[in-house]
């Protein structure tokens, strides 16, 4: 019988699987120090962004069920 795959925890918190098999992420420099960041940068950073290619293929073994 074959072992069950673990999936990483902290990979599995930070990102998420789209219905077309992209990896979705939030940005960097968004949670803390926002006072010197411009209403407009702090806006942008709210939204979510996409893995690149090359980072998702590191990311995706790691999350072997999702």
Known sequence: MKKK???HRGAAKRF????????KRSHAYA?????????HRKRRLRKSALVSKADASFILPLLPYS
């Open 5 to 7: 795959l673990k999936t």
């Open 31 to 39: 949670k803390h120090i926002a006072t010197k960041k411009t209403r």
């Open 16 to 23: 998420r699987k789209t219905a077309t098999g992209k990896l």
